[in-house]
């Protein structure tokens, strides 16, 4: 299938899970991508997997510098978007009475500002016809202990979804989301957990799962790409939940 062929699609946390997955099934399916990445060693290896369809912008979803830049760093390489995919980020978790300030700021900086000012620097560069697609979580569904904080800021971006589809249907564009439950990604790597315990907290997770397992990145970039898609084309405004039937199915 070549769905995508001399298209572009912009995708923020590109360099690993869910955004690199996505990233190469654009380009396995005909299209190019730009990529975000907060270091250069993490761009640079993303790129080196994706090939000479991929470009790399080293740019942080949580600072409104880079933020504010990104468009100008976007039209190095194209003046035209057709797909952005507004992944970036990871989760930081604890309970009520320990989160402080700088925690609460952090995430909501990278989950909440980073999507909305993506979407609304890369606006200039879409054109009827062109796709939207943010990634929530079923944070937004479930409450989990020590999510306080995560689940608030998810379900603002949750929020983005119905909002920018209303602002954006008369110029042809399309907004939908995806919601992903337990993928195997590195959400927990800026937790402070050392790996033994993250481990831990996965396999006490994965028994709360229909399907018994995690997801796979690739799941997730499935149905970012049929969104994405000409298949899709009157879907606008909505929330696919890939999670396994989790938010629904209680073990």
Known sequence: MQRFKNKTAVITGGTNGMGLATAQKFIEEGGSVIITGRSEETVDKALKQLGDKAFGIISDAGNIKDLLNLQQEVRKYTERIDV?????????????????????????????????????????LMKTGSSVIFNTSVATEIAMNSFSVYSAAKSAVQSF????????????????????????????????????????????????????????????????????SEEASYIHGAEVKADAGISVIRP
């Open 84 to 124: 952005i995919f507004a992944n970036a980020g990871y989760g930081k978790f604890a309970p009520v009475e320990n989160v402080d300030e700088n925690h609460f700021d952090e995430l909501f900086n990278v989950l909440v500002k980073g999507p909305f000012f993506t979407v609304q620097q890369l606006l200039p």
């Open 161 to 228: 979804i119905k909002t920018f589809a209303v602002e954006l249907t008369t110029r042809g564009i399309r907004v939908n989301g995806v919601s992903p439950g337990h993928i195997r990604t590195n959400i927990f790597n800026n937790t402070g957990l050392a790996p033994e315990q993250i481990d831990a907290a996965v396999q006490d997770i994965i028994p709360t799962i229909p399907f018994k397992r995690q997801g796979n990145p690739e799941e997730i970039a499935s149905v970012v790409l049929f969104l994405a």
